[in-house]
T-cell receptor, first 111, second 114 residues
């Protein structure tokens, strides 16, 4: 069974700090990776996606991919209380049209 | 505005009843998906469709059925065979790959048993 694993948290960081969210995946053939943010009671919204090894930056968010270690991370700089949510990591299953989702990490940013 | 519309927002099912959840998209996406989310859990794939008139079972298809007669519509029926239907149901769509493109979600439907 192919899996994506995330620490459920909560991860608590003070306002203005860097939040680091991590994810590992088991499917060595996965080529595409996605981070979604889900506020309580709402649907997931896409934050970033990454295909290549290395870093990809978009505003306060940086996604990092290390295919050799099968590891994906999301850094949130200058964390704000409005960033408090559950962050879902997803990996595209090799040779199918499916995404495999982790169970999410709950982030709490306190003032 | 382009997007994915799910209806209704809340739905109640009586014992032995089939109910249908609607999902419509105007993004011209080829692929559409249905997920189920239980409290504190990740998303589990029920069914997905890559083209009109074709769909595949996901990981938890038992007790559910779908149709894809039009590109923009992918309704999900929760049948009476699904004994534990209470959950948050999410519809998503994406354009074709490769590489695999992001899925975008509707606002979801909350289904409960009366």
């Amino acid at each position: 069974q192919k899996e994506v694993e995330q620490n459920s948290g909560p991860l608590s960081v003070p306002e203005g700090a860097i939040a680091s969210l991590n994810c590992t995946y088991s499917d060595r053939g996965s080529q595409s990776f996605f981070w979604y943010r889900q506020y309580s009671g709402k649907s997931p919204e896409l934050i970033m996606f990454i295909y290549s090894n290395g870093d990809k930056e978009d505003g306060r968010f940086t996604a990092q991919l290390n295919k050799a270690s099968q590891y994906v991370s999301l850094l949130i700089r200058d964390s704000q209380p409005s960033d408090s949510a559950t962050y879902l990591c997803a990996a595209a299953e090799y040779n199918t049209d499916k995404l495999i989702f982790g169970t999410g990490t709950r982030l709490q940013v306190f003032p | 505005d382009g997007g994915i519309t799910q209806s209704p927002k809340y739905l109640f099912r009586k014992e032995g009843q089939n109910v249908t959840l609607s999902c419509e998209q105007n993004l011209n996406h080829d692929a559409m998906y249905w997920y189920r989310q239980d409290p504190g859990q990740g998303l589990r794939l029920i069914y997905y469709s890559q083209i009109v008139n074709d769909f595949q079972k996901g990981d938890i298809a038992e007790g559910y059925s779908v149709s894809r007669e039009k590109k923009e519509s992918f309704p999900l029926t929760v049948t009476s065979a699904q004994k534990n239907p209470t959950a948050f149901y999410l519809c998503a769509s994406s354009i074709g790959g490769p590489p695999k493109q992001p899925q975008h979600f509707g606002d979801g439907t909350r289904l409960s048993i009366l």
